[in-house]
């Protein structure tokens, strides 16, 4: 097979094929809208819903960023993987309502993983003024939108694609985070 020169990438000798794979697919679909929608200044609060394959990848580049993380879940279970493995901030169980409204506005960001339907309200109630909510997940039927909060200028909602030119400079520049 030959590839034109332009979309090939040279994959870092001290970083082994089986780990660099995932970075392909799953890691440029959660680097690229934390680095494209400017979610990956230290400092910053970034939650991050779902943690399954995608979720695993968003967490571990937000805290290379330097991003503080909050790992979002229905599952209590999960908490442990999250704080003690993927070094995580902190945890939420997003069908506590009490935990829920105590993290209300304080979120600069959510990336959003899941591909089952779920409500998306309360992760925008978790973000702050202008906060941004990217959704990578693909469900078989529709978000229900809430226009409310987006017609008070709470919440920007965004999509991921892959960002044609930047991606592969991305993909690139995602190979140099531990």
């Not at 290379?64 to 945890?91: C, Y």
């Not at 829920?100 to 309200?121: C, E, K, Q, R, Y």
Request: net charge positive; charged share 20%; aromatic share 6%.
């Amino acid at each position: 097979m030959v590839a034109d020169e332009h979309f090939v990438i040279r994959i870092p000798d001290n970083l082994p094929l089986e780990g660099a794979a995932p970075l392909l697919c799953a890691g440029i679909t959660t680097y690229s809208p934390l680095r494209y929608y400017g979610l990956d200044k230290p400092g910053m609060h970034v939650g991050v819903v779902g943690l399954g394959g995608l979720g695993h990848v968003a967490v571990k580049f937000a805290k290379a960023m330097g991003v503080r993380v909050t790992a979002i879940s229905t599952s209590p279970s999960k908490k442990e993987e999250a704080i003690k493995r993927l070094k995580a901030d902190s945890f939420l169980v997003n069908r506590k309502q009490d935990q829920m409204l105590a993290a209300m506005g304080t979120m600069d960001g959510i990336i959003d993983t899941v591909s089952a339907v779920h409500p998306i309200l309360p992760s925008i109630r978790l973000l702050k003024t202008n906060g941004k909510l990217v959704v990578l997940g693909a469900p078989e039927k529709p978000h229900e939108l809430p226009v409310f909060p987006l017609l008070m200028g709470k919440a920007h909602i965004n999509g991921v694609t892959h960002f044609k030119v930047q991606t592969l400079d991305w993909t690139k520049e995602s190979y140099n985070f531990d």
